[in-house]
């Protein structure tokens, strides 16, 4: 099995930053990519930003140039660094990984349980 653990949410003013964490763990071989996705109340789940094994960055209109995503390959974990954080960015922030697992051949996609991230004065 794989697991994400996410840390890092909380409640900030606006303007105000926070970094979020994700660890993966478990039966992994190799991961190709790590991301963080957010849903607002009465709102679809949306991608916020992604990276790749490589890399390479993708990231939301709403979101860039205000927040970066970083990997850390050896040790399975991707981090959010959330700068001038607006009341909009209010949601919960769930972490993504499609992942190759070590004991069974495949892709497959892993979700955290997701961590609260509220602005607000």
């Known amino acids: 099995q794989v697991q994400l653990v996410e840390s890092g949410g909380g409640l900030v003013q606006p303007g105000g930053s926070l970094r979020l964490s994700c660890a993966a763990s478990g039966s992994i071989s190799s991961i190709y990519a790590m991301g963080w996705y957010r849903q607002a109340p009465g709102k679809q789940r949306e991608l916020v930003a992604a990276?790749?094994?490589?890399?390479?960055?993708n990231y939301a209109d709403s979101v860039k140039g205000r927040f970066t995503i970083s990997r850390t390959n050896a040790k399975n974990t991707v981090y959010l660094q959330m700068n001038s954080l607006k009341p909009e960015d209010t949601a919960v922030y769930y972490c993504n990984a499609v992942v190759s697992r070590s004991d069974i051949p495949g892709k497959y996609d892993y979700w955290g349980q997701g961590t609260q991230v509220t602005v607000s004065s």
């Open positions: 990276i790749t094994s490589g890399g390479s960055t």
